[in-house]
């Protein structure tokens, strides 16, 4: 049994598509638990509606855990989670951290998870810096880009710990076999970049446990040149709020243009199967959430606007993240 502690409270679609995403979830796989971390009195209204809609509620895979207090995407990071014990972000990492819990699971706020992530769960020993690494939609499948989110100021040695991590997480979660992993920048020569870049380049290209293939320019990212993307968090969330922000503007102008016209709502309609196909393969919430590598415990952000369907994903993501040991693995990595 997989459990994992659900922060109810946080994201824009809260309580409800958090707690549909949690019963979708696990009524889909039965090895997984989860721990519904919030104010209970909403938490059950809300169950009770979900049950008026006829979705069916197993309450033997979720337990409610009290969590009076909710931290806001307004406050400070550090000072809500050192005040707000009791908040529904901080109760569900300790449930990670007294090994309750397998894994931790939000769609609040990104400050908030960073922070408890590095000082309620913690960090492994020897890991300098926790990187958030999110799934890109690429036309050969999905590339990780690593970091996206989680530390503006990396040093190239933190970036080489996020290569070696990212490329854990690819070939035992992902499944790809020896993957290819690319520093972002301006050209592929080698002498081209910021001081960052050209100070981590030779370190990546040195290191005999990635299969580093040099250099990778944004535009090449969707044609999944890379399996695994190294940057330091500006860059990475520069890259995916910009790959989120064209995949929707794309996603409008194609629909307006197959509505426009009789003919062309005629050629959606007997392409609308291929279509949907083919945009599936760009949607990004299907991949779940992006998980936190080099804690003592599995910590996955979900988008903010998250919806039932994300979360049903980010939760079901967990059960291979811990099936197949990534922690563990990276221990090993490090021990060596």
Do not use: W
Not at 114 to 142: C, D, F, H, N, Y
Not at 169 to 194: F, H, T
């Amino acid at each position: 049994m997989i459990k994992v502690a659900l922060d109810v409270m946080g994201g824009d679609n809260a309580p409800y598509e958090i707690i549909k995403g949690a019963v979708l979830a696990v009524s889909e796989n039965k090895e997984l638990k989860v721990f519904l971390t919030g104010q209970t009195g909403l938490i059950e209204e809300n169950l009770d509606k979900l049950i008026s809609e006829g979705i069916s509620v197993d309450r033997k895979l979720l337990e409610i855990v009290e969590a009076p207090e909710i931290i806001t995407n307004d406050e400070a990071p550090v000072m809500a989670i050192r005040k707000k014990k009791d908040s529904s972000i901080s109760v569900a990492m300790r449930l990670v951290k007294e090994g309750e819990a397998d894994a931790f699971v939000s769609a609040g706020s990104t400050g908030a998870v960073l922070v408890g992530g590095q000082l309620v769960v913690g960090r492994l020993k020897g890991i300098e810096r926790s990187p958030l690494a999110s799934l890109l939609p690429t036309q050969k499948g999905v590339s990780l880009l690593i970091d996206c989110g989680a530390n503006v100021d990396s040093r190239s040695a933190h970036l080489v710990q996020y290569a070696i991590m990212g490329s854990i997480y690819m070939e035992n979660v992902i499944g790809i076999k020896n993957p290819k992993v690319a520093i972002v920048n301006v050209g592929v020569e080698e002498e081209k970049g910021n001081a960052l870049v050209k100070e981590t380049y030779p370190l990546l290209k040195s290191c005999t446990d990635i299969n580093f293939t040099g250099s990778i320019e944004t535009r090449q990212i969707p044609y999944g040149d890379a399996d695994v993307i190294v940057c330091d968090a500006f860059v990475g969330n520069a890259i995916l709020k910009l790959y989120e922000g064209v995949a929707g503007v794309l996603l409008e102008e194609i629909k307006k243009g197959l509505l426009s016209t009789t003919l062309s709502k005629l050629g959606a309609m007997l392409s609308k199967k291929a279509l949907k196909n083919t945009l599936s393969k760009f949607d990004a919430t299907k991949h779940g959430g992006a998980p936190m590598l080099g804690l003592n415990g599995l910590v996955v952000k979900t988008h903010g606007n998250a919806k039932h369907n994300e979360i049903k994903n980010a939760l079901i993501q967990c059960i291979s993240f811990k099936k197949q040991g990534i922690n563990n693995k990276i221990k090993e990595y490090l021990s060596e």
